[in-house]
């Protein structure tokens, strides 16, 4: 702008000049002509022809002289006169061409000031764009992305195309394609002038954006990307949007770890309080077979893999470990470790459903596994200083210990699962040593499949003309064989089609072979592995381990397991357990 009036005057200037010139010349022409003109009256009128007589020629001669000599004292002041004229005129001429050098100097000198401050605004606008931590985008009418853009675009999204794109493809394979539509129509309410400038600072068609990238190194990075939009307005309205984008990965790691740090506190006392109602010998069991548990935990991480298939047959071993670390803490009422054990299980869970497997990828496990020893061992340190407290006082026996814990886990369940049951025990008394921890771990299974899938709502139980409040029963028995369990409840039974639309989405089926099955085949699907009709993961179901755990800690003791149900009407259980001696053999 500053260049074109500086032009402008410029021409307005010359034009002056040129208009002042000929008005000089002008001024200079007219005496001359005037002066040239007297001069040649004069001549005319001294060389005129005279009509005296040739005796009176003689007498005219002084007269002629002195005309001629007028004339040439006319000319002269005439010539004098107008080189005055010209000496001044050059002089103004001359002057007109200083001024206009000067100010034609003066002018290049404002252009080449205003340029320089061009380029060093350009160079520092550059130098922010390129050390700026924040992304910086403009978004024209179109959404598309302007000229001008951060270099920390290029980190966050792991691209450098930018001018020109869309803001529509920047997103793509980040969100799902109607959240960013909807986003898209949010930002153009940007460019409506009605709109208030309050309530447009109130939107928000991103917030938060979790974006995975490549890392550079082969493998991906997950990001925490936080989106602000700001209207430019101009002297005719709404010009761009300014974006801006930033990392707050840090931010967010922070508060997540703050976050988990005071779960683990409020997790660490509430283990504490719970470990206070569990007697101390049998806190002591647990955490003994705890620690052992995570020994083999720990062995199997260790063991050799290369192929996928190595990896997974790993996997499934540390998922069903965990999760009888998990159920036998959630029948004593330890929330910490039946939390923390959870957590490990998510992500084993993760790892399960990627396509192929690494030992890079079991290293996470390694400090949640630290994480979990540390906790027990701060359990430990109470359970020490109960017992010295309680040094003296009676114990109980075997069977009361597991009645007790059974009957707390029930009512847990109960409670978190908003369902009323009654638990009824029966021949706990004649379980063998031996047997003891095997059935302790069945019955807290079964228990918990009851609690979850089997007992009904209250509303659901009454309108199959049912008491409000259901049955769960658990005898164990001595036969000529053996020993037998026996675990029933008076639920839902056992939903079919649930189990085989479950076995097809986890790939161990196909529909046509669904199709094809009997009761007792289909039945047997709850027995594999991954195999849950629960709609989402909780503390208590919703992986598939535990009937598969029950189904191979009774073939390691060469039992067997019987299973029969009643829609709407009640699920049985049959376990068979042979001899010790039998037992002993099988185990061998």
């Known amino acids: 702008m500053k260049f074109r009036v500086a032009s402008r005057l410029q021409r307005l200037v010359t034009a002056a000049l040129l208009l002042g010139l000929t008005g000089i010349m002008g001024a200079v022409m007219t005496p001359s002509a005037h002066a040239a003109s007297s001069f040649a009256s004069a001549s005319m009128n001294a060389s005129a022809p005279q009509s005296y007589p040739n005796a009176g020629a003689h007498a005219a001669a002084p007269q002629l002289q002195k005309l001629v000599q ?17 000496r001044l005129v050059l002089s103004a001429v001359a002057l ?13 000198i404002m252009r080449a000031r205003h340029e320089r401050a061009a380029r060093e605004a350009r160079e520092q606008l550059r130098t922010i764009l390129q050390t700026v931590q924040e992304g910086c985008f403009w978004l024209d009418v179109n959404l598309r992305i302007g000229a001008a853009w951060s270099a920390a675009l290029a980190r966050m999204f792991g691209r450098e195309d930018f001018t020109g794109l869309a803001f529509e493809e920047l997103l793509q394979g980040i969100l799902p394609a109607a959240t960013i539509a909807t986003a898209a129509r949010e930002i153009k309410l940007l460019w409506d002038e009605s709109a208030q400038e309050n309530s447009l600072q109130s939107i928000d068609p991103l917030g938060e954006l979790e974006i995975r ?14 989106f602000s939009f700001h209207r430019v307005v101009g002297a005719s309205g709404v010009k761009q949007v300014l974006v801006s984008v930033a990392d707050v990965t840090a931010s967010a790691l922070l508060a997540r770890e703050l976050l988990e740090a005071q779960h683990n506190a409020d997790s660490q006392v509430d283990t504490l309080l719970g470990a206070l109602h569990v007697d101390p010998l049998q806190l ?17 991480l260790k063991e050799s893999a290369r192929s996928d298939g190595e990896f997974r047959i790993k996997l499934d071993r540390l998922l069903r470990e965990m999760h009888a670390i998990k159920a036998d803490a959630s029948a004593l009422g330890i929330a910490g470790v039946a939390q923390r054990t959870h957590k490990i299980e998510d992500l084993l869970s993760e790892l399960k459903e990627r396509s192929e497997l690494s030992g890079v990828d079991f290293l996470p ?4 596994l630290d994480e979990l020893l540390a906790h027990l061992r701060s359990v430990r340190e109470l359970t020490v200083r109960i017992a010295e407290l309680q040094t003296g006082q ?3 026996l075997p069977a009361d210990d597991l009645a007790a814990t059974l009957q707390g886990l029930a009512a847990r369940l109960g409670q978190d699962q908003q369902k009323k049951f009654r638990l009824s025990l029966h021949g706990l008394a004649q379980i063998p040593p031996e047997y003891h921890t095997t059935v302790r771990d069945l019955l807290i299974q079964l ?4 609690a979850v899938h089997g007992i009904e709502p209250a509303e659901a139980r009454r309108a199959h003309g049912k008491p409000e409040a259901g049955l769960v029963h658990a005898e164990f028995r001595a036969n000529a064989e053996g020993y037998e ?4 409840d008076d639920g839902a039974g056992l939903a079919l089609e649930k189990l085989k639309t479950a076995a097809i989405r986890k790939h161990l089926t196909t529909a046509a072979e669904a199709a094809r099955m009997d009761t007792r085949a289909a039945m047997g699907l709850i027995f594999r592995a991954g195999v849950s009709t629960c709609e989402r993961v909780t503390l208590d179901a919703g992986r598939g381990v535990g009937m598969e755990m029950v189904a191979r800690r009774i073939a390691a003791l060469g039992g067997k397991i019987v299973l029969s149900t009643d829609r709407h009407r009640f699920t049985r259980v049959k376990i068979a357990l042979p001899a010790l001696q039998a037992a002993t053999s099988a185990v061998a």
């Open 70 to 86: 007028q004339a040439a004292d006319v000319a002269q002041r005439a010539a004098l006169a107008s080189a005055a004229q010209v």
């Open 96 to 108: 007109a061409i200083l001024a206009f050098a000067a100010l034609a100097v003066y002018l290049q």
């Open 213 to 226: 990238v490549d890392d550079g190194r082969g493998g991906r990075d997950t990001r925490r990307l936080q």
């Open 284 to 300: 002591a069991a647990f955490l003994d077979a705890t620690e052992a548990g995570l020994q083999l935990v720990n062995a199997v």
């Open 365 to 368: 496990l390694v400090l949640k």
């Open 394 to 396: 009676e114990r109980a």
């Open 447 to 450: 228990l918990r499949n009851s």
């Open 485 to 488: 369990l026996v675990f029933e």
